[in-house]
């Protein structure tokens, strides 16, 4: 599973694959412009500062001899090809004194100066010469010709850092931007996928937790591609970099040194291992945690009238405490590890260059310069601030991934391809051909239901709780397909429909309708750029809501918070039935639609059901059986089959369980 991650993360890596190699380009530019620093630094030292050492000859005056006690001089180095040379003379410090050897040295080791003269020492060897101690304006005057070369270092040395600098704030910049560019055309995706998913999927899945996966699952990938990715990509690039300059200095030492890569590999292997059992219970708690307090907030009313809150917050904290737990085991793991990890490798690194340069190395004969010390220290010092930067980057690398599976499993999921192909509006004609269905394998909830509904007609389905009259719906608007049985629009098979083209020409309006953030026109347009503003405000009129909504501030473009929770049960019911008025159905269902609203309003809003439903096929599942009379059709279910079925004066007539029903409501509306 996490190969293929990588594969899908990499996939939509490529998408911005110019930015991000350019990007790494510009990173490239930026390591090779730092790295060259300490080879600077070292033939700052080993040439232009320690290079007093070389051998010195006389010579004619000129640009880079240095006149001594009426002789020129000059370095060894600074003879074009053919020059002539004269005697060689040494310069050599011992302790913190200089002194000018008028003579070749046969060998050099220990240097000492015993009664005037200078004692060299080395092994059973010993010699002595005469030397002058140079004054310090004598020792300047020896240095003067390395001054300009000098000075060309250091300005080369800062150019260098500026491009650096330059370079490095591209490669962030363009790396940010590309990653943000992944986030923002992944939550894309996954918003659409969510509209795509079919109605089943969110029946198991709690709205927070999807959410959940939209918002902080998709944060935590963002992480990767800005954080943890362009820390790995530059740390990559540093370390091969360093290594590069490690083997042009010393081949033994950096081949040494090398053994720190399969540590390194060895070691993010197992962290991975064990941080990845963990993030993966940290998403998932997060994601429940989502999930209750959505679920409370949009429950609070049930919660403090029945006084839950106690309870609620108990059942809250046990999912807290875990995920806590297990975000106490992630930062156990991180601090045992990671910048103990680099500390330990850091001092086997400088404990192996110290044997390395303080043993045979540094024996006379096979001297190792002071500048290639110096340059070996600094890069091991820089090797480590990468592998600093990948290791205490494992913990947000893990999280990524763990988070990266949890999106890519609902991407995963199938959907309904979207449609969009118009089919001319169908008369409105319905068929049930012996359907069966159920939500569960096995467990019908609909058992061979048979009926048909003409354009035009009116059909009232009627029944307990759970005798199957919403399901119908359901399968009609095909939210679910059948198991068994043709459901059949004007004749035509709707499986052999897309879902857009079927539900193109329906309507809905449900028990609680659904407002969205916006205005009263958005909702009932739906922003839908063939309802014209002169479209919604006729519908609103003909149900009869403009009697509320002239009289409130901005009238028809009056705000709607979420679920429209500042209007009354009655007015949100009216904006739903302009809803489906403005988009003209050839089928409407109206599930429970007048169910929650009072006398009053109901009286109002029957003239204009009439006209709701006037040409259109409808079918209304209704409760209140008083609201059904005049149905075409009224078909009684019971347990998922269809017991009776006529129209109000013929069930009426068969004294059966309809009439019981209508009895009963009767009988309750006198007493009360």
Not at 478 to 502: A, C, H, N, P, V
């Given at each position: 599973m996490k190969r293929k991650v990588g594969h899908r993360l990499f996939q939509y890596a490529l998408l911005y694959k110019k930015t991000i190699i350019a990007a790494l380009l510009m990173l490239s530019v930026a390591v090779a412009a730092e790295l060259t620093g300490p080879f600077i630094a070292k033939t700052m030292i080993d040439k232009h500062i320690l290079g007093l050492e070389f051998s010195w000859y006389e010579s004619a005056e000129g640009e880079e001899a240095v006149l001594y006690k009426d002789t020129y001089y000059k370095r060894e180095d600074h003879f074009q090809d053919g020059e002539s040379r004269g005697n060689e003379v040494r310069i050599l410090q011992v302790g913190r004194d200089f002194y000018f050897v008028n003579e070749a040295i046969p060998f050099d080791g220990e240097r000492s100066i015993v009664d005037g003269k200078l004692v060299i020492s080395r092994d059973d060897q010993t010699t002595?010469?005469?030397?002058?101690?140079?004054?310090?304006e004598e020792l300047l005057a020896f240095y003067q010709p390395e001054i300009d070369d000098l000075l060309w270092l250091i300005g080369a040395y800062f150019v260098l850092l500026v491009v650096a600098s330059f370079f490095q704030y591209g490669q962030r910049l363009y790396l940010q931007i590309s990653s943000n560019r992944i986030i923002q055309k992944m939550r894309r995706d996954v918003f659409e996928h969510i509209q795509r998913l079919p109605?089943?999927?969110?029946?198991?899945?709690?709205?927070?937790?999807?959410?959940?996966r939209v918002t902080n699952d998709t944060e935590a990938i963002r992480d990767l591609f800005v954080t943890v990715l362009a820390n790995f990509f530059s740390s990559i690039i540093y370390i091969t970099g360093i290594f590069i300059a490690l083997f042009l200095l010393d081949k033994k030492l950096a081949a040494i040194c090398l053994i720190l890569i399969p540590i390194l590999v060895v070691w993010i292997y197992f962290y991975r291992k064990y941080a990845s059992k963990y993030n993966h219970v940290v998403r998932s708690r997060l994601s429940d945690i989502n999930?209750?307090?959505?679920?409370?907030?949009q429950g609070m009313t049930i919660i403090q009238a029945f006084k839950r809150q106690k309870e609620t917050t108990e059942e809250f904290e046990v999912l807290n405490k875990e995920y806590f737990t297990y975000q106490n085991k992630l930062l156990n793991l991180n601090s045992m590890t990671s910048h103990n990890l680099v500390f330990v490798l850091r001092n086997l690194a400088f404990?192996?260059?110290?044997?390395?340069?303080g043993g045979a190395s540094l024996q006379i004969g096979t001297v190792i310069s002071l500048g290639v010390l110096y340059a070996f220290v600094d890069y091991l010092n820089r090797l480590f601030q990468p592998i600093t930067g990948m290791v205490n980057q494992l913990a947000l690398l893990e999280q990524a991934l763990v988070a990266s599976e949890r999106v890519f499993e609902l991407l995963e999921e199938d959907g309904v391809d979207v449609n969009d192909k118009a089919i001319p509006r169908y008369k409105g004609d319905v068929t049930f051909d012996h359907v069966s269905f159920g939500y569960k394998e096995g467990e019908y909830v609909l058992k061979n239901i048979d009926f048909e509904a003409k354009q035009g007609e009116?059909?009232?389905?009627v029944g307990h709780t759970g005798s199957g009259k919403s399901s119908i719906m359901n399968l009609l608007?095909?939210?679910?397909?059948?198991?068994?049985?043709?459901?059949?629009?004007?004749?035509?098979?709707?499986?052999?429909?897309?879902?857009?083209?079927?539900?193109?020409h329906m309507g809905i309006v449900l028990q609680d309708p659904f407002l969205f953030t916006g205005t009263i026109a958005s909702n009932v347009?739906?922003?839908?750029?063939?309802?014209?503003?002169?479209?919604?405000?006729?519908?609103?009129?003909?149900v009869g809501a403009d009697s509320f909504i002239e009289k409130l501030t901005n009238q028809y473009d009056e705000p709607v918070i979420e679920k429209g929770s500042t209007l009354s049960a009655g007015q949100r019911q009216l904006i739903s039935f302009a809803r489906a008025l403005a988009f003209d159905p050839a089928i409407l269902i109206l599930d429970e639609a007048t169910a929650s609203i009072d006398t009053e309003t109901e009286a109002i809003i029957q003239d204009a059901l009439e006209v709701l439903k006037r040409g259109r096929t409808t079918f209304i599942i209704a409760h209140r059986l008083s609201t059904i009379k005049n149905a075409d059709q009224i078909l009684v279910l019971d347990k998922g089959e269809i017991v009776e079925r006529g129209n109000h004066e013929e069930l009426m007539k068969q004294g059966g369980r309809y009439y019981q029903m209508?009895?009963?409501q009767q009988g309750s509306t006198l007493a009360s």
């Open positions: 002595l010469m005469d030397a002058e101690k140079l004054q310090v109605i089943r999927y969110f029946d198991n899945l709690p709205a927070g937790k999807v959410v959940s999930g209750m307090i959505n679920e409370s907030i404990v192996t260059l110290i044997w390395h340069f009116t059909v009232a389905l608007f095909r939210f679910y397909d059948i198991k068994e049985g043709k459901i059949l629009i004007d004749g035509q098979d709707i499986q052999q429909l897309s879902k857009q083209q079927i539900r193109k347009s739906l922003d839908d750029p063939s309802i014209t503003k002169e479209k919604v405000i006729k519908a609103l009129k003909d209508y009895q009963l």
